[in-house]
């Protein structure tokens, strides 16, 4: 009885850590795909919800309201300007343009992002020959 007690810590340790790196993973990578995503043009949310879902083959997903949410905050820090256009179908549409501040936020990401995933998938495809 003791060894499943043992094992079912064990379980619930690595599942806790595991969905804490899912979790940050997750919150960097959708705020950097969408800075991403707004750079190449104005975009709305639908637009930006279906780009990350294509983009990660439907293996990174943010709730609407959650996305909402992070443009709002954008746009309030400074991030994000936004603007109502006409919609040919329904109500009008909040697209979203990165900002001069945006745009430094983007390049420092990348900056930073692009290397390590060079480095990473280098140093991974490595060990995986040996």
Known sequence: ?????????E?????????????DLKRGF????????INQGPKYAYEIKAEILK?????????????YKKLR?????????SHMEPSTR????????LTSLGKTLLERNEALLYPLMKSLR???AEALVE
Do not use: C, W
């Open 55 to 67: 983009i990660t083959m439907g293996g990174f997903d943010i709730d609407r309201n959650n996305l």
């Open 90 to 97: 329904g109500a009008q549409r909040k697209y979203y343009t």
């Open 73 to 81: 905050a954008l746009e309030r820090d400074g991030i994000l300007n």
């Open 122 to 124: 280098g140093h991974f």
């Open 11 to 23: 379980k619930k340790t690595i599942a806790k850590y595991h969905d804490q790196i899912v979790f």
């Open 30 to 37: 959708l705020q950097f795909i969408t800075l991403l995503i």
């Open 1 to 9: 009885m003791k060894n499943l007690s043992r094992k079912e810590t």
